[in-house]
């Protein structure tokens, strides 16, 4: 199987503003989080992550041997809130106040309308959703106090294709851009920006596991501009670019990584 991990031949950016910043991510265990947490870390960022998965955690910190700082993992179902707020606490406590947070833990777990109960409905969003608004509640005195962060939140393209697979995800996902548009504006004030990042497909390991298939990967390639899988790490670099100085005019944005899909 092709390495998930892996990306077009290709010279990235590096930015020095993103050397020493602290940096939170959610869901970092595996797939577009475990590219974020690796991205981060070779900028010389010290990243903590969250994520249910300690034995994909651990791959994780081991990708980023050589780094200068090395990744923090704090085991935590995002689902619980609490215990998510005390990982955000711990983190700001051993690396210093947080200043990227980003929002990316969600599960696309497949289902149909006919069977979705309000318990699972309930399960999707908070999943998929209500974590991120927590998180964000979470880190924010600390950014309003510094007069500066960045808020990336990953979002779906899913919605917004009308993919009817998995309504539960797709509708929690749409709401990601409520939380942005709501929050870039309470926060632009304080000098924190809040943003989206939508992927199409991406060749993580867990999607060429479950969900790929030769028919599905022949309708997504003709669905999209440019005639081949997207990655994990170059996904990635959209992140770093809001995350740095760079970015330091975006706020309130969707921005789409998906190769071009319609």
């Not at 995800?169 to 632009?188: D, H, L, N, P, Q």
Request: glycine share 8%; net charge negative; charged share 20%.
């Amino acid at each position: 199987m092709t390495d998930p991990h892996a990306a077009p031949d290709a010279s990235y950016a590096s930015y020095p503003s993103l050397a020493g910043r602290t940096v939170f991510i959610t869901g970092g265990a595996d797939g577009i989080g475990s590219a974020l947490v690796s991205e981060f870390a070779a900028q010389g960022s010290k990243v903590a992550f969250a994520d249910i998965q300690a034995d994909k955690a651990t791959e994780t910190i081991e990708r980023c041997a050589g780094a200068d700082h090395t990744p923090v993992f704090y085991e935590v179902d995002l689902v619980d809130i609490e215990a998510l707020k005390q990982a955000i606490t711990d983190a700001q406590e051993a690396l210093g106040s947080i200043e990227v947070l980003v929002n990316n833990a969600a599960n696309d777990e497949r289902h149909t309308w006919q069977e979705v109960t309000p318990d699972y409905w309930d399960d999707r969003l908070n999943t998929n959703l209500r974590h991120f608004f927590f998180a964000i509640q979470a880190v924010a005195p600390a950014m309003i106090h510094r007069n500066a962060g960045s808020i990336i939140n990953i979002g779906s393209s899913s919605y917004m294709m009308q993919e009817d697979f998995f309504p539960g995800y797709a509708v929690a996902k749409s709401g990601v851009e409520g939380i942005t548009r709501t929050m870039a504006r309470t926060f632009g004030p304080h000098g924190i920006r809040v943003n989206t990042v939508l992927p199409g497909w991406v060749a993580t390991e867990r999607q060429l596991l479950k969900w790929w298939s030769p028919e599905g990967e022949a309708q997504t390639l003709a669905d999209q501009a440019i005639k081949r899988r997207i990655y994990p790490k170059e996904f990635a670099q959209m992140v770093l670019f809001l995350a740095a100085d760079d970015g330091a005019a975006c706020t309130a944005q969707q921005f789409l990584v998906d190769g071009g899909r319609r």
